[in-house]
């Protein structure tokens, strides 16, 4: 299986913190980190501005599908973005930590 980053931006730390727990506990994420960040994004052709958290999660590409699923079912926004960025290189000992933790 490939490994990726995904991130999500979230309401506000609590909603991460709802997010991050519902995936560690179906083993669908081995890692996540909460950011706080300042978003300006267009929505409804109006510019808008505002404080969220940039959650950050490693886990396996092929997990997508199944973490968008549990996403879906947490998270506040009518519209929320969800990515996969896809990792080039990593240690062989985070290979085999996230292959013992997650499968």
């Not at 549990?70 to 969800?82: A, F, G, I, N, W």
Request: aromatic content about 12%; overall charge positive.
């Amino acid at each position: 299986m490939k490994f990726s980053i995904f991130l999500l931006s979230c309401k506000d730390k609590k909603e991460a913190e709802r997010i991050e727990k519902k995936l560690f506990g179906e083993k669908l994420i081995i890692c996540s980190k909460k950011i706080e960040v300042n978003s300006s994004y267009l929505w409804k052709k109006q510019i808008n501005n505002g404080s969220e958290v940039l959650l950050l999660m490693e886990s396996y590409n092929e997990y997508f599908e199944r973490i968008n699923k549990e996403v879906r079912k947490l998270h506040s926004y009518e519209t929320y973005t969800l990515y996969s960025v896809p990792i080039g290189k990593m240690t062989k000992e985070a290979k085999n930590w996230i292959k013992e933790e997650l499968g």
